[in-house]
């Protein structure tokens, strides 16, 4: 089982949408949570952290389920420029390396 | 800010040949992570810094990776000698020790093909 599991996708939809990702992790003492964003052949950058009380950032929501271990990312009024890969990304404890998951790809159409 | 550099930003090299990558971090970010994608697969973690002293450097592959941090500013990967399953992208990210929700930046990256 991997440590951290995503639907692959992908996940097309149409300008204007909601959408939602989720996210699965095995480690019960994983510290840290993040949403990254890696476009073709770029870099990751991190696109928000995940708190346990929920956090927005503008049309991004991010929840935290620690009892589930599950994790999520809610995108409102998609955009052409949200088309990405999106990965989840864990912390474990008592380590600072970081734990990916495969990704998610959203593909916004016009 | 400059963000994390890395040089190359492409390699092609044949098996059994050397091959040296570098980082150069956020200034001021003494944590240094090396990251690898293989194709196919996720980002997987190789080694980690903090200053010049390896922290963690539990996802190293085998002895034929070496990562150095002298001086604790830049660093250095060197695969020696190369395999073609190392082909793949290599990451390097940085952190500020302060941050305790450890979020880290990355750089670019070397896509490094090994023929």
């Known amino acids: 089982r991997k440590e951290v599991e995503q639907d692959p996708g992908p996940f097309n939809v149409p300008e204007g949408a909601t959408v939602a990702f989720n996210c699965t992790y095995s480690n019960s003492a994983s510290q840290s949570f993040f949403w990254y964003r890696q476009d073709c052949r770029k870099e990751p950058k991190l696109l928000m952290s995940v708190y346990s009380s929920g956090n927005e950032d503008g049309r991004f929501t991010a929840q935290l389920n620690r009892a589930s271990q599950y994790i999520s990312l809610l995108i409102r009024d998609s955009k052409l420029s949200d088309s990405a890969t999106y990965l989840c990304v864990v912390n474990p404890g008592g380590r600072r390396a970081l734990t990916f998951g495969s990704g998610t790809r959203l593909q916004v159409q016009p | 800010e400059a963000g994390v550099t890395q040089f190359p930003s492409h390699s092609v090299i044949e098996k059994g040949q050397t091959v040296t990558l570098r980082c150069d971090p956020i200034?001021?970010?003494?944590?240094l992570y090396w990251y690898r994608r293989v194709m196919g697969k996720e980002i997987k973690f190789l080694l980690h810094?903090?200053?010049?002293?390896?922290?963690?450097e539990s996802g190293m592959p085998n002895n034929r990776f070496l990562a150095e941090r002298t001086g604790g500013t830049y660093s250095t990967l060197k695969v020696q000698p190369a395999e073609l399953e190392d082909s793949g992208v290599y990451f390097c990210a940085s952190s500020q020790s302060a941050s305790g929700l450890y979020e880290q930046y990355f750089g670019p990256g070397t896509r490094l093909t090994v023929t």
């Open positions: 810094f903090v200053k010049e002293s390896k922290q963690d």
């Open positions: 200034s001021g970010h003494d944590n």
